[in-house]
């Protein structure tokens, strides 16, 4: 069973940056894809990025094209979502997943999730 703790949400103005790390405690996370997702209060859980295993692919959604970077470290079993430019609309909570695959597709059904941590841009 994997475990993943996510870790670096919090308050930031609008414009601001925060990064995100998410934690697993599988020691073959380097076979796993991993992506982000995100919820906003009285919305459904998003799609926000996706990392192959190697890192050698990446893919994100359109609303954070160009302002979020995903990026892991198979040695720390760690994977990262840097986030700049933050707006008021990227508040929610923030969850870490984990599929038994390479590749994983933004619809895939992610096997293992994190608890999620909050992030909240104010203006």
């Known amino acids: 069973q994997v475990q993943l703790v996510e870790s670096g949400g919090g308050l930031v103005q609008a414009g601001g940056s925060l990064r995100l790390s998410c934690a697993a405690s599988?020691?073959?996370?380097?076979?796993?894809?991993m992506g982000w997702f995100r919820q906003a209060p009285g919305r459904d859980r998003e799609f926000v990025s996706t990392i192959s295993s190697t890192g050698a692919y990446t893919h994100y959604a359109d609303s954070v094209k160009g302002r979020f970077t995903i990026s892991r470290d198979n040695a720390k079993n760690t994977v990262y979502l840097q986030m700049n430019s933050l707006k008021i609309e990227d508040t929610a909570v923030y969850y870490c997943?984990?599929?038994?695959?390479?590749?994983?597709?933004?619809?895939?059904?992610?096997?293992?999730w994190g608890q999620g941590t909050q992030v909240t841009v104010s203006s």
């Open positions: 997943a984990g599929a038994s695959v390479a590749v994983a597709a933004p619809t895939y059904r992610y096997q293992y």
């Open positions: 599988e020691r073959t996370f380097s076979r796993y894809a």
